[in-house]
């Protein structure tokens, strides 16, 4: 292996060297705890470290890394402290994520590093975010983000690199090519010979190093970094070669790699290697590598001493639950005495309007959102009054630009991510569930990100375009889900939404964006999120809906004089309003439960398991439901009004009063 110092001095090598040799020590530390069964699973970066030490090294402490699981050197590099490192890891609260999360899954605003998840490529884009946030900030800033050759595979690295590309962000992507994703290798996953030939297609500059020697990757991220942070932007893409030495995980093995490649990149260890150079450089010699590791040694001592002292968490219902959301009560903004009429179209361009103009850091992201003003022209001339950085069109990725809501997040931004139409957002699904649902309650970052959602049939626009999904988000702890019905619920339910620093999924009906107009306050308030309206009141029935069930449920009982019923429309689903929903069960003990969405798995079904549970002595028949049928949404209008429940209503209605 060659060597090239440069001009870079002894002070700098020795770091280098003995940030190779911390992770090494506390790996070999790690096996054998594994083995004692004192950690429960281990993701060995046994001959990887130089890249993670090299880039580490090379950023400024207060640059953003994003690493995944064999990156152990950015912790230590970044200094992390042991003993909370080793508590992380053995699930105790004085780690990073209370006890909720294992190895490095977590993240730490107080070292600038943010973990990964499970599904390895969602945090690309994240990464975006940082950037984005660093660029719109004006912050001569790069973030580093990590990925592996199998992770690559993924489309979220795809998705990012475009982003980043288009939007000139300043980020640098580690591809670390150790050859096998788990025990797949790389001909199993890729056809093209190096990461380095996707560059052009992306249109940025790629760069491949040897992953093993620490003072080429430290050198090459030095140059692409101070690069960046001069030009403000130009993603960069490096594919450091290296080799994993050890299993996926322990417990895998590696029995899978041939012996001669094991042997030959068992010569190229990046410790031995440079510790033999420094060696005979004379930089290095054997008196300091003894005082060396047993300064080490005693580091990791005293860190696993201080975390084996602590007793594993005290598990409290209260706190796991409440832990999901970031902190925060609302305080309702209200209306002013200036109102005008208003279509539920107008409500919500309004409310964008006049949330761009409260929060100077809100970025509104989605496709065709800025010059064309979106698919329905919502955002129609926000362009000219608040400018390209905070009305952005993006390309055809609904993941990336919600994992760059979550980035922007950690750099203290709003965002707000429209979807085109509510089923595409099934290509996000993964970042909105997994990443900001889950990411106050793992490691206490919240996720301040709004994503609106046109939703619902009756236009004959299809299976692909008519979807009522909100069931699928309301089954997910840490987020929160509103559904207006009318236009001045629409602004002060979306106005709250943006100011709630936890990720809301909002969801508009299109049917009535042109359809329905309200007299609606004219300046900024607040809808709070979590409560009922009842629309209309009676004595014989309760009718318990939400979206376009609540203009279903008028319609039909205004046709039905001699029945009279509380309409209550729910319009937050998650939370949704319990003591409203008791309040009109045990006023008319008959219970009837509308929502546009598939009857099976609908929210009607939980609504009507908790009212069964908690109101059952006030009922006076059984509780029913109506919704669509359980099918795809169909295409031909006399098809999807059949689908629909709006034509059921009246039988059910019927049903409910004679029982």
Known sequence: MNFDRKKYSNKLLLDLYEGLLRPRMIEEKMLILLRQGKISKWFSGIGQEAISVGATKALTDEEYILPMHRNLGVFTSRNVPYDRLFAQFQGKIHGFTKGRDRSFHFGTNDYNIVGMISHLGPQLAVADGIALANQLGKESKATLVFTGDGGASEGDFHEALNVAAVWNLPVIFVVENNGYG????????????????????????????????????????????????????????????????????????????????????????????????????????????????????????????????????????????????????????????????????????????????????????????????????????????????????TPLCESAIIGIGLGMSIKKRKSLVEMQFAD??????????????????????????????????????????????????????????????????????????????????????????????????????????????????????????????????????????EVSADILDLRSLLPWDKEAVRKTVEKTGRVLILHEDCLTGGIGGEISAWIGEHCFEYLDAPILREASLDTAVPFSPPLEQNFLPKGRLAQKIKDLVEF
């Open 182 to 393: 788990l025990s797949t290798p790389s001909s199993e996953q890729f056809k093209f010979k190096n990461f380095i030939d996707k560059g052009p297609g992306y249109g940025i500059e790629a760069v491949k190093i040897d992953g093993n020697n620490v003072l080429e990757v430290y050198d090459t991220i030095d140059k692409l970094s101070k690069k960046l942070r001069k030009n403000g932007g130009g993603p960069v893409l490096v594919e450091a070669m290296t080799f994993r030495m050890r299993g996926h995980e322990e417990a895998s093995g590696t029995k899978y790699v041939p012996k001669e490649l094991m042997d030959y990149w068992a010569k190229k260890d990046p410790l031995e290697n440079f510790e033999q150079y420094l060696l005979n450089e004379k930089v290095l010699t054997k008196k300091h590598i003894e005082k060396l590791r047993a300064s080490i040694l005693a580091d990791i001592d005293s860190g696993l001493e201080k975390a084996y002292s602590e007793a594993l968490p005290v598990a409290s219902t209260q706190v796991e639950v409440e832990d999901m959301y970031y902190p925060f009560e609302q305080k309702a903004v209200e209306e002013s005495d200036s109102f005008s009429e208003k279509r539920y179209v107008d409500a919500i361009s309004d409310g964008l309007k006049q949330s761009l103009e409260k929060y100077p850091e809100l970025v509104i992201m989605g496709q065709d959102v800025a010059d064309y003003g979106g698919v329905f022209k919502i955002t129609e001339g926000f362009v000219d009054k608040f400018g390209r950085d905070r009305i952005r069109n």
């Open 424 to 561: 595409f957002v099934t290509c996000g699904f993964n970042q909105i569930v997994n990443n900001l649902a889950k990411s106050h309650y793992r490691w206490q970052q919240n996720a301040d990100v709004v994503v609106r959602m046109p939703t619902g049939a009756g236009v004959a626009a299809g299976p692909f375009h008519s979807q009522s999904n909100e069931a699928w988000f309301f089954h997910t702890p840490g987020l929160k889900v509103v559904y207006p019905s009318n236009p001045r619920d629409a602004k002060g339910l979306l106005c709250a939404a943006i100011e709630d620093p936890n990720p809301v999924i909002y969801f508009e009906h299109k049917m009535l964006y042109r359809s329905l107009t309200d007299e609606v306050c004219d300046d900024y308030y607040t809808t709070e999120i979590g409560k009922a309206n009842l629309v209309t009141e009676g004595s014989d029935i309760s009718i318990i809906t939400y979206g376009m069930g609540v203009h279903w449920a008028k319609e039909i009982m205004k046709s039905n004089p």
